[in-house]
């Protein structure tokens, strides 16, 4: 078995890859940024820091490479996880900068976390906040408690359909932790930078079989 | 609110942790991926690693440190130091580090801090200010505090956010090393002037300190050394102190097996 993190350049893709490593039992942990690679994939993780813009486009500046990850997550239903712009990406649309267009597999939008409406929290959201599953799913099982994990962001994900976010997080107001759809799943926080919680969050990733 | 963070801070020179009284008269106290691993566990919610080498050798040395860290620590860190150019921020992003702060090189070219922001995220780009009063005024210093600036502190605060920073890691010189408290009139007034986190620093001597920290001076975070270095409180402690004080803080999770 194969989980291939897919290096775009823009993530911190050493720390998921450790982390994953740290918890893989049946899988190999590689990370690539060949399309090859990619589409030989059993689990399939997109990690990312920066801007959406800047992670989108480079992307798709490597020749093969969307398709590969069309292929794998929506034709052979591979697991999916997408990590903070990672998980971003998902939308239709991302609002940072210029606004650009995302891969579009779970119906919404990522807005800027509105100031005004968030009185005495400081943005960027930087620290711990606790997660609530909306749903039961293998993903959030047995999960330690408090359940716990790190959030660095400046956008969340609005998502059009309640059905597609499976775990809210609340900072000034409640927002989308965790958006899935099908075999597909995205996390706003860091599991690799969550301790317990985040590693056991990436072990239930690795045993997931959508 | 999310919860307030309590980071212990690894000033690390050579390879080694030190922690010096007022930025001189510098003490070892061991190895920096130890003391990282005792302070993960005991429930730190994030580290920092302060790289105060002079020499190219200890600066290498810190990649070392940070990835050999990130190999077996599985929290937020955030590591400064001489860091003088985006490709600085590359290459500690790639060994594990996940904020970079960054102090002398930003006085230096502010632009710096636009270009790592919009590179790497505002969430990654930490700005370090280092306040002393002069003559009642709170002035920037560079240089590991050996050079003063033009700046006031609140005003190159906002600049900074302007720019794109994400995160500020303020320290009062006159308090530092001295276990006096935190200068909590500088702590509000920072927080009246920008709207990222803030994370207190230098004066740490007691609990109080921390919860005076983040009541009065309404901070996101603390940061502080000696306290713990010295085993004068663990985190527990602290947590459950400022738990008790009614601030929201990350409880201890049950380890596995």
Known sequence: ?210 | MSTVRIIPCLDVKDGHIVKGVNFVGLRNVGDPVAQAKVYDQAGADELCFLDISASAEGKETMYDVISATADSVFLPLTVGGGVSQVLDYQRLLSCGADKVSVNSAALNDPNLIAEASQRFGAQCVVVAIDVKTVDGVWKVFSHGGRRETAWQALDWAQRITALGAGEILLTSMDRDGTGAGFDLALLAAMRQAVTVPIIASGGVGTLQHLVDGVQQGGVDAVLAASIFHFGIHSISEAKRYMANAGITVRPLVNHEG
């Open chain 1, 1 to 210: 078995m194969k989980c291939v993190i897919v290096n775009h350049g823009s993530g911190n893709v050493r720390s998921v890859f450790r982390a994953l490593e740290h918890v893989a039992e049946a899988h190999r942990v590689l990370f690539s940024n060949d399309p090859d690679i990619i589409a030989n994939a059993d689990h399939l993780v997109l990690p990312g820091v920066g801007a959406f813009s800047n992670c989108m486009h480079s992307l798709s500046a490597r020749p093969g490479m969307l398709v590969a990850i069309q292929q794998q997550a929506r034709e052979h239903q591979r697991p999916f996880l997408g990590i903070c712009v990672g998980m971003q990406l998902l939308a239709d649309y991302g609002e940072e900068y210029d606004g650009c267009s995302g891969l579009g597999w779970i119906p919404g939008r990522v807005k800027p976390f509105d100031l005004a409406k968030i009185q005495d929290c400081a943005i960027p959201h930087m620290g711990w906040s606790t997660i609530v599953p909306t749903r039961d799913h293998p993903l959030t099982h047995n999960l330690p408690q408090p359940a716990m994990v790190y959030f660095a962001h400046s956008f969340v994900f609005h998502a059009a359909k309640p059905a597609n976010v499976w775990a809210q997080a609340t900072y000034g107001k409640t927002f989308g932790a965790i958006v899935g759809a099908q075999n597909v799943v995205g996390t706003q926080f860091h599991p690799e930078k969550s301790q317990q919680v985040g590693l056991a969050l990436l072990k239930n990733f690795l045993n997931w079989r959508p």
